[in-house]
């Protein structure tokens, strides 16, 4: 059990060390303009996906992607739309106010479940989601001072279609809903196509882009999705941060993309009130673990 918690909390590390490399990806093209990255990205992310569902299910595919219905096709279409979202958050505002505000997805999450779905939520999370906007608010105010406030919308678009993915997929939790993110590759490649002026990109940036598609979100997506079988749902959350501090040191180290005051403050309240609602949510689970074994050894 110890040697199966180890391997999920690795592989969410590895799957955050993978996305936490967009910002550095990105700062490197050389020419090509955020749609055609997201065209080779997305097409390459799909095809990636797709081969590894044919090595796990093989000649059941075709039932695999039908399993899905009609809900994993709108997952898929919310979750393509973000990923757009994404690759401009990065391409319009600084690596550390882009992942930080897509960092805050937990906390986004379990609002909306708790004003829409009507799930209960602690005092200590409501307090964590409000310190939160207030480290968001932050780094808002930096992309209105710095001129750069819509990559920063961009990501709180990144924010709200994670949130919705979540809430769609929530009534199919039996079913693998991988084939549907395979798809959402296909809604970022498609979507790409009508606002691309060419496919003509050069070399260099055509394996930035299809490492982006194949490394970067694919393998980093898959690490994440397999992990969440070994380890609890707020663990997946907490140690996935790996990704929001990563992303800024590389850009800094690689092109010298410092964070401003405004962007490291409202950063780290971030950072602390989502780690600190992860490690709760932890704690409370655990607990609930701990009842439920204690009930089972009493029927025995």
């Not at 898929?76 to 897509?102: D, E, K, M, P, R």
């Not at 990559?151 to 993915?165: C, E, H, I, M, R």
Request: with cysteine; aromatic share 12%.
């Amino acid at each position: 059990m110890e040697r199966r918690y180890g391997y999920g909390i690795t592989l969410v590390i590895i799957g955050g060390f993978f996305l936490s490399t967009s910002g550095i990806l990105l700062r490197n093209i050389e020419a090509a303009s955020g749609w055609q990255i997201l065209f080779y990205r997305g097409f390459t992310f799909s095809l990636t996906l797709f081969l590894l569902l044919l090595l796990r299910y093989r000649s059941n595919i075709g039932s695999a992607f039908r399993a899905i219905g009609r809900p994993g096709l709108w997952a898929a279409l919310v979750l393509g739309l973000g990923s757009i979202c994404y690759i401009f958050a990065i391409l319009w505002t600084t690596v550390a106010n882009a992942v930080f505000i897509i960092g805050a997805a937990p906390l986004a999450t379990a609002f909306v479940a708790w004003l829409v779905l009507g799930e209960r939520t602690s005092r200590f999370g409501v307090a964590a989601m409000l310190v939160s906007l207030a480290g968001i608010g932050l780094m808002f105010a930096d992309g209105l001072l710095e001129g750069r406030w819509l990559g920063n919308l961009a990501a709180l678009g990144v924010v709200t279609s994670f949130v919705v993915f979540l809430l769609i997929i929530r009534d199919k939790r039996g079913t693998d809903m991988l084939p549907a993110t395979c798809l959402s590759g296909i809604v970022m490649g498609g979507v790409a196509y009508f606002g691309i002026e060419s496919l003509t990109i050069s070399n260099h940036d055509l394996a930035i882009a299809i490492t982006m598609g194949c490394l970067q979100f694919g393998v980093g997506f898959w690490c994440f999705t397999v992990a969440t079988r070994y380890i609890m749902a707020s663990e997946v959350a907490l140690f996935s941060l790996t990704e929001s501090i990563l992303g800024p040191i590389w850009v800094w180290i690689g092109v010298g993309e410092t964070p401003s005051l405004l962007t490291l403050v409202g950063s780290a309240v971030v950072l602390l009130s989502v780690s600190a609602y992860c490690v709760n949510g932890i704690r409370a689970e655990r607990r609930l673990l701990e009842d439920y074994r204690r009930l089972n050894a009493g029927d025995d």
